[in-house]
Each structure stands twice: as structure tokens, then as C-alpha cells.
């Protein structure tokens, strides 16, 4: 009896912390507010260039081959995570420069870098899905042939901008109001951004 009790509070616990993790609340939350610094936010990021890299390679490279090169295996996980960091950089860029101008608390670059990291799960997902989209396309196929592939990423983006929300939430002591009309100004320049990058 003891046993199956310890058993499902080791679950809630674990269950707890993936829901910090994706809904960032709970340890994340007052990580990203007390500007504290945590493994967690470059494991996402590589997690979600590794999404990315891993996705590239095996639309762009391994379809249809026999073997897989290794070498080019690492090339386009690293070209992933070069990426993502340069999304990380322009977007972490563009919501400290709205933290400064809007007047919320103040906050470091290297603060706003790292509570970004925290968004970019959904990220990989959305740049997967638009290398497999990409792919489909250049295939031959249409929006209307691969529904699935464009719901993932509209569902993708639209809890990206979520997060990114949130973060600039709680990061700048603002409003949850004020920070969805900051990230909806801002929503041209990261289309743009994404666009330029070549997602």
C-alpha cells in the first residue's frame, strides 16, 4: 500500500514538472521572473534543434538511401542548432528591445535569451513540420494534399507565440494583456525573421 502511494506521488511529481515545462509554470515560471538561470532552457533549445537537424537530414538526405552517412547526419543537426540559436538571438533580441521601450522591469539580454529557450519546444516542431511541408512540396504535393502536416504547424506557432507571451510576461511584469499586444506587434517581425532564415 505504501508502495503504489510513493508510486503515484513519484508520477504527479514527474507529471507536474513536464506541465512547468510546457505550460512554463510552476519552477519555470519563477525561474524566468527571479531571472535564475537553468539547464533546462538550453536542453529545450537543443532539444529543438536536434527535432529540426534529425528532420532536415532524413527529408533531405536519407530519403530513398540505403545507407545513412553519418557525416551528413551531424552536418544537418548542427546546422539545426545553428539555426535555432539564430532564432533564439533575433527573437530573444526583439522581446527585450519591446521590454526596454514599453518600460517593464528591467532585465538583461542574457535574462531575455535564456527565458526564451523555454518557448522554443514547439519551435522544432514548427520548423520539422515545415521541412516536411517543404518536402511535400517539392514532391509534387499541395495545402490541400497534407492538411495534418499544416495543422501541426499553425498549432505549433500559435503555442509558440503562446509561450513567448508568457515569457514576456513574466519577465517584464507586464499585463498578460500588454503582452499579447506586444507580441502581436511583433508577430510581423517574427513571420519576417522566420521568412528571411529560410524555414
Known amino acids: 500500500m505504501q508502495i503504489r502511494i510513493e508510486k503515484r506521488e513519484g508520477e504527479q511529481m514527474l507529471l507536474n514538472w513536464l506541465w512547468g515545462i510546457l505550460a512554463v509554470e510552476g519552477k519555470v515560471a519563477a525561474s524566468i521572473r527571479e531571472k ?15 527535432i529540426h537537424g534529425l528532420t532536415m537530414f532524413y527529408y533531405r538526405g536519407a530519403v530513398g538511401a540505403d545507407q545513412i ?5 551531424v552536418f544537418y543537426v548542427v546546422f539545426g542548432y545553428t539555426a535555432v540559436i539564430a532564432s533564439q538571438t533575433g527573437i530573444a533580441l526583439l522581446l527585450w528591445g519591446i521590454g526596454k521601450v ?14 526564451v529557450g ?11 513540420a515545415n521541412t516536411h511541408y517543404n518536402f511535400l512540396q517539392k514532391a509534387g504535393g499541395s495545402v490541400s494534399g497534407s492538411p495534418l502536416t499544416v495543422l501541426v504547424m499553425l498549432s505549433a506557432f500559435v503555442y509558440f507565440l503562446y509561450l513567448l507571451t508568457k515569457v514576456l510576461h513574466l519577465l517584464t511584469g507586464f499585463p498578460m494583456k500588454r ?15 522566420i521568412y528571411l532564415v529560410g524555414y
Open 179 to 193: 503582452a499579447v499586444a506586444c507580441v502581436a506587434v511583433s508577430f510581423v517581425f517574427i513571420l519576417s525573421f
Open 36 to 50: 535564475r538561470s537553468l539547464l533546462l532552457s538550453p536542453l529545450i533549445v537543443f532539444t529543438a534543434a536536434q
Open 102 to 115: 514599453l518600460g517593464g522591469v528591467a532585465a538583461r539580454f542574457v535574462d531575455v535569451f535564456i527565458a
Open 118 to 128: 523555454y518557448a522554443f519546444l514547439p519551435y522544432g516542431v514548427l520548423l520539422a
Open 69 to 73: 552517412n553519418v557525416a551528413e547526419a
